[in-house]
């Protein structure tokens, strides 16, 4: 009889260690499913906030260019915006003027401002 009970609590003993093995197992995945998310959730405000400081950033270069200039409507400040971002990130002119439905000649009206200015710290970096 004592050696059926020892026995009895040995199968028990090795199956709550089988069980707790299993359920480690579940705990890792879920937690690593969760860290996952998170990451992914951290990722995708990162990208956010990257747009929107780009979007800052080609604002204030919209507006320091058109201090002297009549402010333009908030449609033509956001396709302004587009053009020059597609710009700043290497498109051609041709490549612009497909993406934002305009001519090649618009296109070219729309950055010529911000052309001159890179030329002229070109030549004023150059000349120091």
Do not use: C
């Amino acid at each position: 009889m004592m050696e059926w009970a020892l026995a009895i609590l040995f199968g028990a003993a090795a199956m709550l260690l089988i069980l707790s093995f299993y359920k480690t197992r579940q705990e890792s995945k879920a937690g690593k499913r969760e860290m996952e998310e998170f990451s992914i959730s951290i990722m995708k405000e990162v990208q956010e906030l990257q747009k929107q400081l780009r979007n800052f950033e080609l604002d204030a270069e919209v507006q320091s260019t058109e201090e002297g200039k009549k402010a333009g409507s908030a449609k033509q400040r956001l396709l302004l915006r587009e053009v020059l971002d597609l710009h700043k990130r290497g498109y051609s002119f041709e490549g612009i003027a497909a993406e934002t439905k305009l001519t090649e000649n618009e296109v070219k009206l729309l950055l010529a401002p911000y052309m001159e200015q890179k030329g002229e710290r070109r030549r004023v970096a150059n000349e120091s």
